[in-house]
């Protein structure tokens, strides 16, 4: 995983308020091998590695954003973020007259994406940031949170041994301090910065009812489905969860073989790979297609009932129910077969990755949080398996050779495209499942 380090060295500059000419630095922001915040200063002509500015606004958004940036992740493929979402993942909106790098941070809910674009050369600024990132940096969780912290934390020693002291940053600071050692307060604001709102938006009602979902269907489940259904959903937040619960489904009692072997490290598509491979052997089909009985079979339904299932309508989320003796009631979303085949062998995915969290809800999404990567990684794997597909191409990658695969295997094209990118056979711009290698939406509109 990558490191993440903000480098200042102080200075007192200007006339502003003390908190922020006392925290002028020239300030930067290594992520890896890169600096974000070289530059080149048009006024000067030079190239500098490190930007005046004020530390203050900066540590006051990181601050403001910190239940936000570490647990709200980027909205679903193809959906824009609304102006809400980017003013609390985009380092541009500490603002207060600075010009800062176009850096986006999301997290998957183990590790925090970063993307980051340098500047144009049209933009008409004094600062023209130099480096971007080729591909996002995947940074842990805890490491980021370090970094921020260190940060946090220097701005307000500075102050105080400046003698400004009790300022909005360090009061703010040590509130966010107090929540995270509190079961109860850490918990409220994840699920409220999950739903989309700022600390304390989130109306009393709505969180009651979030947590009594929390309660019912698991934390981790509400994780992967709050951020769609709530603040930004089309109708009342969180009443659609209950929608999809009451509606038909399939009734059936899993039978997915748990490897007995510790679970592997790794990124989510990593364990899921292996998990595949895994499940396949105890399978005793590690080298075959994986018919629609089977994959049937493998969550206890059957697959001519699975065949002729239809949705009631059009959902953002497949999930599926625990019932008594071992069932679960199983609502998938999609209608197309190859559709369906990835969708089952998601669930399968979700079911080995949860199967010893009881009474957990499985929940697949078009989001990116690692559960998601997991399970369409576990899915392209178990139902196509890489080494089975660089046979049957036999280093023939054209177009046609690829849609041949996919009829074979019964998968999608974008499954094909995606395996053989993600495992290095095939060159593109972004990669679809496992990371998403582009920026997600166009910064600085």
């Known amino acids: 995983m990558t490191k993440f380090k903000f480098i200042y060295d102080w200075l007192v500059a200007g006339n502003d308020a003390p908190e922020y000419h006392q925290t002028m630095a020239m300030l930067a922001l290594h992520v890896g091998d890169v600096n974000l915040m070289k ?125 400004c002291q009790n300022t909005e940053l360090s009061n703010l600071w040590q509130l966010i301090q107090e929540e995270r050692v509190d079961q109860e307060s850490a918990k409220h604001g994840r699920v409220e910065a999950e739903m989309g709102y700022d600390p304390d938006e989130c109306p009393e009602e709505l969180m009651e009812k979030a947590l009594a979902l929390d309660q019912k269907m698991g934390t981790a489940a509400l994780s992967e489905l709050a951020p769609i259904y709530g603040k930004s959903a089309s109708q009342t937040p969180l009443a659609a969860i209950e929608e999809i619960a009451d509606s038909p489904g399939l009734v059936g009692v899993p039978r997915v073989p748990h490897p007995s072997s510790d679970a592997p490290q790794g990124a989510p598509w990593q364990r899921a790979v292996a998990a595949a491979a895994a499940l396949r052997q105890m399978l005793g089909n590690p080298h075959e297609i994986i018919n629609n009985t089977r994959l049937s079979e493998l969550l206890g339904l059957n697959a001519l009932e699975v065949e002729q299932w239809s949705p009631v309508k059009r959902s953002d989320a497949a999930i599926a129910v625990p019932g008594p003796r071992n069932q679960y009631k199983f609502i998938p979303r999609k209608k197309h077969p190859i559709a369906k085949r990835f969708e089952l062998a998601r669930l399968i995915g979700d079911y080995l990755l949860t199967e010893r969290t009881n009474g957990q809800w499985l929940t697949s999404t078009d989001l990116s949080t690692s559960r998601q990567k997991f399970q369409r990684a576990f899915a392209a794997e178990f139902l196509c398996p890489v080494a089975m597909l660089r046979e049957f191409l036999q280093d023939d990658y054209s177009e046609s050779a690829i849609e041949d695969a996919a009829q074979y295997f019964q998968v999608s094209q974008r499954t094909v495209d995606s395996l053989l990118v993600n495992n290095g056979l095939l060159p593109s711009p972004f990669v679809v499942d496992y990371v998403e290698a582009r920026v997600p939406y166009q910064l600085g509109v």
């Open 39 to 163: 530059n080149q200063d048009i006024w000067s002509r030079t190239i500098r590695e490190s930007v005046l500015v004020s530390a203050y606004p900066l540590a006051m958004w990181l601050t403001s954003s910190w239940w936000r940036l570490n647990w709200e992740p980027l909205p679903a493929h193809g959906v824009r973020p609304s102006v809400d979402w980017r003013m609390a993942h985009e380092l541009g909106a500490a603002n207060h007259g600075f010009v800062w790098p176009q850096i986006i941070f999301a997290s998957d809910c183990e590790a925090m994406q970063v993307w980051a674009v340098a500047s144009s050369a049209n933009d008409n600024q004094s600062v023209r940031y130099l480096n971007g990132l080729d591909i996002p940096a995947s940074i842990t969780l805890p490491d980021f949170q370090r970094g921020v912290e260190d940060f946090i934390t220097a701005v307000i020693h500075r102050l105080t041994a400046l003698g």
